[in-house]
């Protein structure tokens, strides 16, 4: 009698934990999904991953992170360079990536820095092969004491992986310039090894 009373105790736990579970991300809360137990690199960059109930997908994301506030090239000044990027993977899974977004953040005090629409193509030269991603589209702009402004692109998985796995990136967007630091590819890197394919 002791021991049915106990494996029903148990199976009623059992369920109930993963019925709430289920709720949740039927619901449309996020879930997150953590690496616990491995090694983080330290690259200094932030990288999370969460259920979108309303979209239906896991989305790993490699939060803004500074790429850099001089010029390298010599063609854009006080300007600073961010980035971020995220892997989109359908349902509740990170084995299969729909597609990979890229964001690039500019802030400035020199408006003449802006990308207009003609110059907002995407260009990247990873490990000496030019990659031609397409015109950026304008997510915000702002006006402060920094003129911030924005751009994202989508790219399909395939491409995202070259830009992750190149030892040398360098990008450009109109006149803007510039080359992806050890740390910003050591964060890709990771970013990619989020997902198990």
Not at 60 to 71: E, H, P
Not at 105 to 120: G, I, S
Not at 160 to 165: E, I, P, S
Request: include cysteine; charged fraction near 20%.
């Amino acid at each position: 009698m002791k021991i049915c009373l106990i494996l029903t105790c148990g199976l009623l736990l059992f369920f109930s934990t993963t019925t709430q579970q289920r709720q949740a991300t039927a619901g449309g809360l996020p879930l997150v999904i953590s690496n616990s137990g491995k090694q983080a690199p330290d690259h200094g960059g932030q990288i999370d991953s969460k259920y979108d109930g309303f979209a239906h997908e896991t989305v790993a994301t490699l939060r803004k992170m500074r790429v850099t506030c001089a010029s390298t090239k010599g063609n854009f000044k006080d300007t600073c360079v961010s980035m971020s990027a995220s892997l989109h993977c359908p349902g509740i899974q990170l084995d299969y990536v729909r597609y990979a977004t890229l964001q690039l953040v500019f802030e400035t005090k020199d408006w003449d820095q802006r990308h207009p629409l003609d110059q907002r193509n995407l260009s990247v030269v990873a490990d000496g092969q030019t990659l031609r991603l397409g015109r950026m589209e304008l997510v915000s702009q702002s006006v402060d004491t920094l003129m911030t402004e924005t751009l994202q692109v989508t790219i399909p998985y395939e491409t995202f992986k070259k830009v992750a796995l190149a030892q040398v990136v360098e990008m450009q967007v109109g006149k803007s310039k510039f080359e992806l630091r050890d740390k910003n590819l050591a964060a890709l890197r990771d970013l990619n090894n989020r997902v198990k394919l």
